[in-house]
């Protein structure tokens, strides 16, 4: 499989620089990997994110006007470094604080609270969210949920980074986080696995005509593997994981995400979401906010994630509708 590329160390840079040419909102900071919104209002907390490349759009993709203030990069799959992290914040911090949203993955968590900890001690406020959506569970660990950082983490950043333009304090915003985390939840199925540059081998191993549920979005294979079926079938098993989930009654009201990881093509995502909304619709369930598209992808994976948020107020659905002018939401 070919990945086009040049030098890989140079992957980030060279990939911030091409962004950058149709963005004129975006900036880089300096020589480090961090991308920020060049018109962001000092008058409001800034929202920072990031992760591993690999997972395009995301995180540059959600930088703008009400969402992220800043993204930062890690190499492919690998979170950012301490140092770049705390440049931003350091870069991001006005006097309002910095409100810093994760993914639930051991590397990220590590480095981030490193970076956040050295911040505080600078005398920077700074409150966050660990976003851990991922329902799948591990067949390795007597099948205990994942809880990983999955494409959720894209309801947050606009949930949160709308609520930050309307002038949320750090503290609201940590208290909206929290509520708003644990109703978001994600479970996603495989095609095609994801296959690093210049390797040879996938990085995991997946029959043709078979699907893999549970995948991860740093290329990890899931928890069972079946033949494929039919999209529909491909949808009754997912929305079945998400009533596990949430135990939901009839009547009430979730926002849908459906997310492309990665090559899945327009056609079959179509297909899919209209296959998973009318399922969701059967169960008595109200979509008043639906979203598809490619928001956080695991490179050259064939595949779609779903999310599911319980609305629990209005002034969330609010907060989704607003304007952004962040390019991939």
């Known amino acids: 499989m070919v990945t086009i590329i040049n030098q890989v160390n140079q992957t980030i840079n060279q990939y911030i620089d091409g962004l950058l040419t149709t963005q004129p909102q975006l900036a880089k900071l300096g020589d480090w990997p961090i991308i920020y919104n060049r018109h962001q209002s000092k008058n409001h907390v800034p929202i920072l994110s990031g992760g591993g490349a690999g997972h395009e759009p995301a995180h540059a993709g959600f930088v703008g006007d009400g969402m992220l203030s800043a993204a930062v990069y890690g190499d492919l799959f690998i979170p950012p470094k301490e140092d770049a992290i705390l440049e931003a914040i350091r870069f991001l911090d006005h006097g309002l604080g910095v409100f810093v949203i994760i993914k639930n993955f051991d590397a990220d968590i590590a480095r981030f609270h490193r970076a956040i900890h ?30 990983r950082g999955l494409a959720g983490t894209i309801l947050l950043h606009k949930i949160l980074g ?13 208290s909206l986080a929290f509520e708003l985390a644990t109703e978001i939840a994600t479970i996603g199925f495989a095609t095609k696995p994801s ?70 093509t ?59 002018n962040a390019f991939a939401w």
């Open 266 to 324: 327009d056609l079959e995502q179509g297909i899919f979401l209209n296959d998973i909304r009318q399922l969701l619709e059967l169960e008595g369930l109200h979509l008043p906010f639906i979203k598809n598209g490619k928001f956080m992808t695991s490179l050259n994976m064939g595949g779609i994630s779903v999310t599911l948020c319980r609305m629990k107020s209005k002034q969330w659905l609010r907060y989704l509708q607003e304007d952004t």
């Open 162 to 174: 709308a609520a930050a333009k309307d002038g949320l304090t750090l503290d609201q915003l940590e």
């Open 195 to 264: 296959q690093l540059p210049g390797e040879q081998e996938p990085l995991f191993q997946l029959a043709t005509n078979h699907i893999s549920f549970g995948i991860g979005i740093h290329g990890e294979e899931g928890y069972r593997v079946v033949e494929f079926q039919s999209s529909e079938q491909l949808a009754i098993e997912i929305m079945n994981k998400l009533h596990i989930k949430f135990h939901w009654q009839e009547g009430e009201h979730f926002i849908l995400l459906v997310n492309n990881l990665g090559t899945a």
């Open 118 to 147: 050295q911040a505080r001690q600078e005398g920077h406020r700074v409150k966050y969210i660990i976003s851990h959506d991922d329902i799948s569970v591990e067949p390795k660990a007597n099948f205990q949920m994942r809880h």
